[in-house]
């Protein structure tokens, strides 16, 4: 009995024993019907399990290696000799079964403009004993397109039941592909935002950390070479390609070079106090997280006032999580304010870095790990981070 036959007769099955239950039969004699149908039920399980590891792979992205590995698990499951994945601009993606002869063929059906709908084509073929005379087109679609077609190759023209059975094994495919696609656009998201910090960063710093070094170029020689080597190692940090995440280690040393620049400009008005617990520096957190928090200490503890400026970062081990705190001394904001930077209505040029961190927090993490902002006019501002220690998917690139 095919896997196709199985699955009918399981959901054949389940229904009548279903319909037993509705109808008030009692506990008795719905567990002798489980009993019987225990074969069935397995068998169901084994379907839907079957199913869910053909379409994984398409998790990443229709390519060949995964069509591959989706139509090997796939096939066994309908049953047929052969089955086939195509893209409407690439032909016949990939072949999995016999009758690979037929390829040319069925690619002659896939061209033109892919349809929305299921259609039964004929394979002719000279050759005695070749299993395959047709071919069932099953769309993938994902929102409104075709982003590929399933070809279910038969020997004789599909059942209602086998149709029935791979478009549904198309609407998997599908809904995988479409979560291909969100992960894509995630990640185009990402990185723009990443862009927008490095372009925050560029501007200003770059200049000021430039003119602070060109000032000690006669005075102090030694002083300018060390503050252009914090300069060369920070921008090259942030501006690096490889990963969206990093480790607070990394980030740590990031913002203690920014800090040294910012020192050299700033002289004793700036006072800096860092606490770090050694067992949170391994932790990973999104790549360009911190920086913009400190550079926002340093705006408005010692840009928009000319008192002393204190600026404390600490990190902190609490169990599962790493806690991450800068905190200023320096004008604050009005709580209305804070939560258009927050929103992104405050205008395009304020509070970009705080926004931009507090949403990829949030997408990384859940709604539970924002930042957590205290502040108020003249009170200073206190910025808290939480990360978990450990996240599935988040992995710092290797030093």
Known sequence: MTALAVAVLVLAALAVFALGAALGHGAARRQREYAADGDAVRAAFHVLHTASLAAAPLRSGLAPDTARKAARRLRPLLGTPALALAVPSG????????????????????????????????????????????????????????????????????????????????RRLAVELDLADLDRARAGEHEAEVRALRAQISPHFIYNSLASIASFVRTDPERARELLQEFADF????????????????????????????????????????????????????????????????????????????????????????????????????????RAILRGTAGPATGIGLSNVDRRLRQVYGDAYGLVIETGVGAGTKITVRVPKFRPGVQAPPP
């Not at 073929?125 to 769309?139: F, H, I, S, Y």
């Not at 590929?148 to 549904?168: D, F, G, I, P, Y």
């Not at 995440?245 to 002289?267: D, H, K, V």
């Open 91 to 170: 032909g016949v993606l990939v072949w999995d079964g016999t009758a690979e002869h037929h390829r040319d063929q069925l690619a002659a059906h896939l061209t033109g403009a892919p349809t929305a709908r299921t259609r039964a084509v004929p394979l002719p073929c000279d050759e005695d004993g070749c299993p395959v005379r047709w071919a069932l087109l099953v769309p993938l679609t994902t929102g409104a397109t075709t982003a590929a077609t399933l070809a279910v190759l038969t020997a004789a023209e599909a059942t209602t039941t086998l149709a029935r059975a791979a478009e549904e094994a198309a």
């Open 235 to 338: 921008t090259r940090y942030s501006f690096r390609r490889d990963g969206d995440f990093t480790t607070l280690a990394e980030e740590l040393r990031s913002i203690e070079q920014y800090l040294e620049l910012a020192r050299a400009r700033f002289g004793p008005r700036l006072r800096v106090t860092l606490r770090v617990a050694p067992e949170v520096l391994p932790v990973t957190l999104p790549f360009l997280c911190l920086q913009p928090l400190v550079e926002n200490a340093l705006k408005h503890g010692l840009e928009e006032t000319v008192e002393r400026s204190t600026v404390t970062i600490a990190a902190e081990d609490e169990g599962t999580e790493a806690r991450v705190v800068v905190e200023d001394n320096g004008v604050g904001m009005e709580p209305e304010r804070l």
